[in-house]
Antibody, heavy 122, light 110 residues
């Protein structure tokens, strides 16, 4: 059974970057596809990007392109999401979530990490 | 980009049936997944491929998808079903394909 454990809460100043980690256990990262979803306070879910096993590429949501980088360390089965040029609107809970090792369009997210609160404030 | 429309709230008495809709242009041609999110917790998958249930999800949860509307149905609603519910589809229609979520529906058990 896959389990995802994320890094702890972060407080950042506007303009800074944040890097959130997501440690996988029960499976290896190469057997899964990792996605990142965020949720602003009191708001809905927003997909930021994820890995497409069919192409071997990471697809980023247009809104975040140029500002987000998703990487993986297969030696430690840990995924990372780095978001740069932070602004107050980026204050949110950031979740990692796994999909299957299939085409990105033929997937769903199960399970999810516990979430990491990132607060952007001066 | 593709838009999914959910009612902000649905209320139902215990033991009754709740139906949460997810509207989208020709959504019946897409696979819809549903998530349950309780306060302070991460989302949990409750329905995938329109109507399949993951292991551990009660049979009271079911789904359907046709035309412009997908529906999550919760039968014999319990107090523990009170949560936010989100639908999800893959949008391949634009130059920037990606996953899209509905705005979420808060289910209140009266």
């Amino acid at each position: 059974q896959v389990q995802l454990v994320q890094s702890g809460a972060e407080v950042k100043k506007p303009g800074a970057s944040v890097k959130v980690s997501c440690k996988v256990s029960g499976y290896t990262l190469t057997e899964l596809s990792m996605h990142w979803v965020r949720q602003a306070p009191g708001k809905g879910l927003e997909w930021m990007g994820g890995f497409d096993p069919e192409d071997g590429e990471t697809i980023y949501a247009q809104k975040f392109q140029g500002r987000v980088t998703m990487t993986e360390d297969t030696s430690t089965d840990t995924a990372y999401m780095e978001l740069s040029s932070l602004r107050s609107e980026d204050t949110a809970v950031y979740y990692c979530a796994t999909g299957r090792d299939t085409a990105i369009s033929d997937n769903w997210f199960d399970p999810w990490g516990q979430g990491t609160l990132v607060t952007v404030s001066s | 980009s593709y838009v999914l429309t959910q009612p902000p709230s649905v209320s139902v008495a215990p033991g009754k049936t709740a139906r949460i809709t997810c509207g989208g242009n020709n959504i019946g041609s897409k696979s819809v997944h549903w998530y349950q999110q309780k306060p302070g917790q991460a989302p949990v998958l409750v329905i995938y491929y329109d109507s399949d249930r993951p292991s551990g999800i009660p049979e009271r949860f079911s789904g359907s998808n046709s035309g412009n509307t997908a529906t999550l149905t919760i039968s014999r609603v319990e107090a523990g079903d009170e949560a936010d519910y989100y639908c999800q589809v893959w949008d391949s229609s634009s130059d920037h394909p990606g996953w899209v979520f509905g705005g979420g529906t808060k289910l209140t058990v009266l």
